[in-house]
């Protein structure tokens, strides 16, 4: 009996088989009624049949059991080193990190941030830079009229002219900030970004312009020798304007930005004596340099909202 315990695999046939010894019509039960009728040798045999018999039950539950347990934690078992589910991870976009890049570098030179309203009265984004109704330079500038006769900011100038206003003389301060114009393809879009820089005091000049824009592109496109080529142009708010081209990849002259020396007229439209008071501004598109940098193609990319293609492009 004790043989065909241990050779029992599991517990349901297990209790069958105590219940065919041990249960009502079980097989010891039985003996165990006509005890009485034994003499005592055979009493104590029967006793010793029995406790053993029991303890070869309990034994093989108790393995089987365990067996059961094993097999059940074996099944279950969490492998950790699955990989696990995919979780996004956030990344700033393309503006940002280049901005963080720019003001860094600009907070360096000295340059203070600067924000100004995005819808701006025609002084501000026009006449006080030089540019008064009628000049033909504003057609330069594709604007959205709001109805009351306010403009949706055409360019970051504006915020010199609301810096120099509040902050007086000596300024060096850098714009940021969104900028409108009715015009969309690849490099254009309504909305995109400006980055102006202004630094009047009583002798700055073209040379200081020159080495800081030169510093500057070394250092956000990680250039060692930065060849730029200086071009002559016209913006209404500086005289003499230029346009400054960046040596890109050796071979290419890129257009990077415009700038000049501050307009006598502008100074005095801000309050300041052009007599004793000089200095230079230069603005560029935020979102073209990033594109360079970055290697991007389409501006409207950046307004689109889609994250796959700012992590396709390595953000
Ligand atoms: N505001 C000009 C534009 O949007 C860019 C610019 C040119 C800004 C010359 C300047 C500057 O400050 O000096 O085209």
Not at 1 to 14: F, S
Not at 157 to 175: C, H, L, T, Y
């Amino acid at each position: 009996m004790e043989q065909k315990i241990q050779e029992i695999n599991n517990l349901d046939e297990l209790a069958a088989l105590y219940a065919s010894v041990f249960g009502k019509n079980g097989t010891m039960t039985a003996r165990l009624k006509e005890m009485k009728n034994l003499d005592p040798d055979a009493r104590a045999a029967l006793n010793t049949e029995n406790t053993i018999l029991r303890d070869a039950f309990k034994t093989r539950q108790t393995e089987l059991e365990t067996a059961a347990l094993t097999a059940q934690l074996a099944a279950q078992r969490v492998d950790v080193t699955l990989p696990c589910a995919y979780e996004m991870r956030g990344a700033l976009h393309p503006l940002t990190q280049s901005l963080s890049e720019i003001s860094a570098i600009l907070e360096s030179f000295g340059y203070a941030l600067k924000t100004g309203p995005e819808i701006e009265d025609d002084w501000h984004n026009f006449t006080a830079l030089n540019t008064p109704a009628h000049h033909p330079a504003r057609d330069m500038q594709d604007t959205f009229f709001l109805e009351n006769g306010n403009v949706m900011r055409t360019q970051t100038s504006a915020i010199q002219i609301r810096s120099m206003q509040e902050d007086g003389v000596p300024i060096k301060i850098f714009g940021i900030g969104a900028t409108y114009r009715k015009e969309m393809d690849a490099t254009h879009s309504p909305m995109f970004h400006q980055i102006e820089g202004l630094y009047i005091d009583r002798d700055i000049t073209m040379r200081d312009l020159i080495a800081d824009v030169r510093e500057f592109l070394a250092r956000f496109f990680e250039i060692d020798n930065v060849e730029l080529r200086i071009r002559p142009s016209y913006f209404p708010f500086t005289e003499p304007s230029m346009e400054i081209d960046i040596k890109w990849h050796g071979d290419k002259w890129l257009e990077i930005m415009g700038a000049g020396m501050v307009h006598p007229n502008v100074l005095r439209n801000c309050g300041i004596d052009p007599d004793v008071y000089q200095g230079f501004a230069f603005g560029f598109g935020w979102d073209r340099l990033a594109m360079l940098k970055y290697g991007l193609d389409d501006i409207r990319k950046f307004y689109d909202g889609d994250v796959r293609w700012i992590r396709n492009n390595g953000f």
